[in-house]
């Protein structure tokens, strides 16, 4: 090329160097493009579960808690609150990639994601660990009556595999 550059370029004798370097441009873009499409879920990393889907389980798991519980004879309606010792646990499995470059070594850790037959992505989960509960409050209409509050109390030690001195059985206002 000469020594003005850029002007040099645009001359009818540059024509072939012009179309390698918009060749070369094309090239680069469509590399780019490609990486991203291919590294798309590698460079995805498992979110922790949102704290509202936990506590809407935990929910759950007291709303069905007091609705098998008012079915027990003389309960009458019951509510049920549950606290725990430990949250539930997932152990996900990752790739660990090690680069090294001088003084300096950069670890990245990837999850392993698992696609469903709908293209939906999720990760490989290795372990679980359920949450364990700590003690359980239950109120009822009929708590009053000593044959209905022991019965609850072993049905809540029953279900949750707590013991009866964890479990309050108490009346309803």
């Given at each position: 090329m000469e020594k003005n550059g850029w002007k040099g370029l645009f001359r009818p004798e540059n024509k072939k160097m012009r179309s390698n370097i918009l060749l070369a441009l094309l090239l680069g873009i469509l590399l780019l493009a490609a990486g991203r499409s291919?590294?798309?879920?590698?460079?995805k990393t498992a979110s922790p579960p949102q704290p509202a889907a936990k506590e809407t389980a935990d929910r759950?798991?007291?709303r069905r808690m007091a609705e098998i519980l008012s079915k027990v004879e003389g309960a009458g309606?019951?509510?049920v609150m549950?606290?725990?010792r430990q949250t539930e646990e997932k152990n996900i499995a990752h790739n660990e990639t090690r680069e090294e470059s001088g003084e300096t070594m950069r670890t990245e850790h990837t999850a392993i994601l698992l696609e469903d037959g709908d293209g939906a992505t999720e990760p490989l989960i290795?372990?679980?660990?359920?949450p364990v509960v700590e003690g359980v409050v239950i109120t009822a209409q009929g708590a009053d009556s000593p044959a209905v509050a022991a019965s609850l109390n072993?049905?809540?030690q029953a279900?949750?595999?707590v013991p009866?001195?964890?479990v309050a059985v108490l009346k309803m206002k």
């Open positions: 291919f590294s798309g879920s590698e460079g759950e798991t007291e309606q019951v509510d549950l606290t725990y290795l372990t679980e660990i359920s072993q049905a809540a279900l949750l595999d009866a001195h964890k």
